[in-house]
């Protein structure tokens, strides 16, 4: 399984940007998506996840401002990120937790990280 994420990059202090992140191969279900973000000299954190179902939840410095969504068709999740904030800055990882196989357990699959830096 592969996940590719995309949409990073620079912005400015209260601006955009929206995060996707595609999985791809082997795929029989996928169950939580998410989004973690690690800032420089500081540990991997949650910022979003959603569940099959659309149930959603948000690390408390983003509630209001980021919104996480996805498509089961495209097995894509996105995250829209409104009004960032310089301490936004960090890289963000797509996780997926991912049964490849409809006998075998689900693990977690992690993309390779898009870049999102906020200049105020």
């Known amino acids: 399984v592969q996940l590719q994420a995309s949409g990073g990059g620079l912005v400015q202090a209260g601006g955009s940007l929206r995060l996707s992140c595609a999985a791809s191969?082997?795929?029989?279900?996928?169950?939580?998506m998410g989004w973690y973000r690690q800032a420089p000299g500081e540990q991997r954190e949650l910022v979003a996840s959603i569940t099959t179902d659309g149930i959603t939840n948000y690390s408390d410095s983003v509630k209001g401002r980021f919104t996480i969504s996805r498509d089961n068709a495209k097995n894509t999740v996105y995250l829209q990120m409104n009004s960032l904030k310089p301490e936004d800055t960090a890289v963000y990882y797509c996780?997926?937790?991912?049964?490849?196989?409809?006998?075998?357990?689900?693990?977690?699959?992690w993309g390779q990280g898009t870049l999102v830096t906020v200049s105020s």
């Open positions: 996780n997926c937790n991912v049964r490849t196989r409809w006998y075998l357990s689900p693990r977690d699959f």
């Open positions: 191969g082997s795929i029989a279900s996928i169950n939580n």
